[in-house]
Structure formats: structure tokens, C-alpha cells
């Protein structure tokens, strides 16, 4: 999500973007062949004292962040319920610290330098026939509309605060998902016009 990222560099903006996205796939398998509390609670904790450390953050990650806090405690409030205190932990560990460190990602990587990555690791499917560029295309567009989708609910939302003094909510799914779809029909079209 292009929005979220910080012009202002960070010390994590000196890590290579391939490196960043190789510890958050091998944290990522890692964490969920554990269910240890010793091991998930620091690993979260480690996860939200990193993404402090890149402050101040911006109106957008701090939003996404407390939104991910609160789905945490809402999993963690499901699992009690079910009488599964042990789950409850683990989900909400595991959530907690895949979130911060895709946040913190998110922070200080461009999309250009993640589709370079993802690039460079489809390469070799090429010799297998894999038309790897529109693999990569595909990404990208995957990227895009992930960001696009959240800007226009940012803006469809926004509209609906200044007309009624409220927040949207569920109400905005059906706009929403018409302009997408929209959207969504208008790049397919180009494109088909483009590689015809």
C-alpha cells in the first residue's frame, strides 16, 4: 500500500527490500509451527517495538495499526469464549506480529522495489514455459487495486461523514465494490486493447 509509505527514510529504509521480505516469509512459516507462548509473545512484542521505532507514523498506519489491535482483541475474545485460552494467545501473537512487521514493510518499501524482488524470484520459472511477465504484471495490478481499493473507501467514507455527521460502515460496501468493479472493467479493457 503505496499510501502508507514514508518519504522520510528510516533506518529500515537502508535494508534491502529482498531482505525485508525474507525475514517476513520465514517469520511468517515460522510462527505458525508454534504454538509456544514463549516463543509468540516476544516475537509480537519485538514486532510492535520495531514498528515504534519508525516514528512518528503517519495517520494511515497509525489507523491500520489500531484496527489490527482491535481484530486481534476480537479473535483472542472468540477463542475465550470457545474455552480456548491457549488458541486465543496464539492467534492473537501471531496476528499482532505478522501485522506490524507487513505495516513496517509497507513503511519503508516501494512497490517498485517489492516487484523487483518478485521479479527476480519468478525468473527461473521462465525456463519452465511460466510467462513470468505477466505473473509480475499481475502483481502489480494486484498491489494497485489493494491500495486503490482503500483510498476509495477512504474517499466514500469521508463523503458520507461530511453529508450525515457519520461514518459509513457497511453501508459503503455496495458503492464501493460498484466503483471497483468499474475500475476493474475500464484497466481489463485496456489492457486487452494493449496486448491484442
Same mark, same amino acid.
Given at each position: 500500500?503505496?499510501?502508507?509509505?514514508?518519504? $522520510? !527514510?528510516?533506518?529500515?529504509?537502508?535494508?534491502?527490500?529482498?531482505?525485508?521480505?525474507?525475514?517476513?516469509?520465514? #517469520?511468517?512459516? =515460522? @510462527?505458525?509451527?508454534?504454538?509456544?507462548?514463549? %516463543?509468540?509473545?516476544?516475537?509480537?512484542?519485538?514486532?510492535?517495538?520495531?514498528?515504534?521505532?519508525? &516514528?512518528?507514523?503517519?495517520?494511515?498506519?497509525?489507523? #491500520?495499526?489500531?484496527? +489490527?489491535?482491535? *481484530?486481534?482483541?476480537?479473535?483472542?475474545?472468540?477463542?475465550?469464549?470457545? *474455552?480456548?485460552?491457549?488458541?486465543?494467545? !496464539?492467534?492473537?501473537?501471531?496476528?499482532?506480529?505478522? =501485522?506490524? @512487521?507487513? +505495516? !513496517?514493510?509497507?513503511?519503508? !518499501?516501494?512497490?517498485?522495489?517489492?516487484?523487483?524482488?518478485?521479479?527476480?524470484?519468478?525468473?527461473?520459472?521462465?525456463? #519452465?514455459?511460466?510467462?513470468?511477465?505477466?505473473?509480475?504484471? @499481475? #502483481?502489480?495490478?494486484?498491489? &494497485?487495486?489493494?491500495?486503490?481499493?482503500?483510498?476509495?473507501?477512504?474517499?466514500?467514507? $469521508? =463523503?458520507?461523514?461530511?453529508?450525515? *455527521?457519520?461514518?459509513?460502515?457497511?453501508?459503503? %460496501?455496495?458503492?464501493?465494490?460498484?466503483?471497483?468493479?468499474?475500475?476493474?472493467? &475500464?484497466? *481489463?479493457?485496456?489492457?486487452?486493447?494493449?496486448? &491484442?
Amino acid at each position: 500500500m503505496q499510501y502508507l509509505y514514508r518519504e $522520510d !527514510a528510516t533506518w529500515l529504509h537502508s535494508i534491502p527490500a529482498s531482505l525485508k521480505l525474507f525475514v517476513l516469509a520465514t #517469520l511468517g512459516t =515460522a @510462527l505458525f509451527l508454534t504454538e509456544r507462548a514463549g %516463543i509468540l509473545l516476544p516475537v509480537a512484542a519485538g514486532s510492535a517495538g520495531l514498528l515504534l521505532s519508525l &516514528r512518528p507514523l503517519g495517520p494511515g498506519a497509525l489507523k #491500520l495499526a489500531r484496527s +489490527i489491535v482491535l *481484530g486481534a482483541l476480537l479473535v483472542a475474545a472468540f477463542h475465550m469464549a470457545m *474455552g480456548q485460552p491457549m488458541v486465543a494467545l !496464539a492467534s492473537a501473537s501471531r496476528l499482532l506480529a505478522m =501485522a506490524f @512487521l507487513g +505495516i !513496517a514493510l509497507t513503511l519503508s !518499501a516501494r512497490h517498485s522495489e517489492l516487484l523487483e524482488v518478485f521479479e527476480r524470484l519468478l525468473a527461473p520459472l521462465a525456463l #519452465l514455459g511460466v510467462r513470468v511477465d505477466r505473473v509480475n504484471l @499481475l #502483481l502489480a495490478l494486484m498491489m &494497485r487495486f489493494t491500495e486503490q481499493f482503500l483510498a476509495q473507501w477512504k474517499r466514500l467514507d $469521508d =463523503a458520507h461523514r461530511v453529508r450525515t *455527521g457519520r461514518p459509513g460502515g457497511l453501508r459503503l %460496501i455496495a458503492p464501493l465494490t460498484i466503483q471497483m468493479l468499474l475500475a476493474a472493467r &475500464r484497466v *481489463g479493457d485496456t489492457l486487452q486493447t494493449r496486448i &491484442r
